[in-house]
């Protein structure tokens, strides 16, 4: 069973930084894709950033290009996503998502990805 466990989510100050990790067990192989994806109270998930294992190739939103980095490493199967400059407008409850296999896009869509961790809630204070 593929199991996804984020965490490093927390309380930050506007301005401030966060970096969340994922880590991902249950499969075996290189050939998948790890992302992010966040969920405001009152608005739907919207992907974030996700990076591929195989090439390294990434994909970011464009409200989150320049103020985060996504990374991963392969040994571990895990991902991390550095999160600088925060604004209040990034207090979410952030997910990490993976999709297995030699064909898949980098691409924020959430119907690629397999399957998805819990969860880790940000809250940014103004």
């Known amino acids: 069973e593929v199991q996804l466990v984020e965490s490093g989510g927390g309380l930050v100050q506007a301005g401030g930084s966060l970096r969340l990790s994922c880590a991902a067990s249950?499969?075996?192989?290189?050939?998948?894709?790890m992302g992010w994806f966040r969920q405001a109270p009152g608005k739907e998930r919207e992907g974030v950033s996700c990076i591929s294992a195989t090439d390294g190739s990434t994909s970011y939103a464009d409200s989150v290009k320049g103020r985060i980095t996504i990374s991963s490493d392969i040994s571990k199967n895990t991902v991390s996503l550095q999160m600088n400059e925060l604004k209040p407008e990034s207090t979410a409850v952030y997910y990490c998502?993976?999709?297995?296999?030699?064909?898949?896009?980098?691409?924020?869509?959430?119907?690629?990805?397999?399957?998805w961790g819990q969860g880790t809630k940000v809250t940014v204070s103004s």
């Open positions: 249950g499969f075996t192989g290189d050939d998948y894709v």
């Open positions: 998502a993976i999709a297995i296999g030699s064909r898949v896009v980098v691409e924020l869509r959430e119907h690629v990805f397999d399957h």
